[in-house]
């Protein structure tokens, strides 16, 4: 079992390292979309969430302060989602659509974040584990 939640924290973190990556590597881009969205300083918050992404990511990969990251990861999406797809105030209904699966996708990986931080720490295969091992 241990492995399988191993995949899993890899699966999971890889998608929040590589998106957090991504809002520091395309910052015009996705701050072009977020002020569209109405955000305040969207540069600031691009970078902002980028880096709640990669903080949240990098610990959950390792295992190191796991609920610290999915607190960055669970406030990420928090806030992200019902700003950025608020899908019922769409007209076009292609672009509805598109944010209703984001906005759904979101509410998914949010609970998902929720419910691993009922995991007993230190996680399996984590740094924390090791420590107390060679500790």
Sequence with gaps: MADLFLMGRLIFGGFFLYSGVHHFLD???LAQFTRAKGVPMPEAAVLLTG???IVGAVSILLGV???LGLACI???L???T???HAFWSVADPQMRQMDMANFMKNIALMGSA???LMIPTPWAYSV???RRITA
């Design 82 to 84: 019902p700003t950025m």
């Design 74 to 76: 669970i406030l990420f």
């Design 51 to 53: 880096a709640l992404l």
């Design 27 to 29: 910052v015009a881009t």
């Design 128 to 130: 924390e584990a090791r």
């Design 78 to 80: 928090a806030g992200v």
């Design 65 to 67: 302060m796991p609920r």
């Design 114 to 116: 929720l419910m691993m």
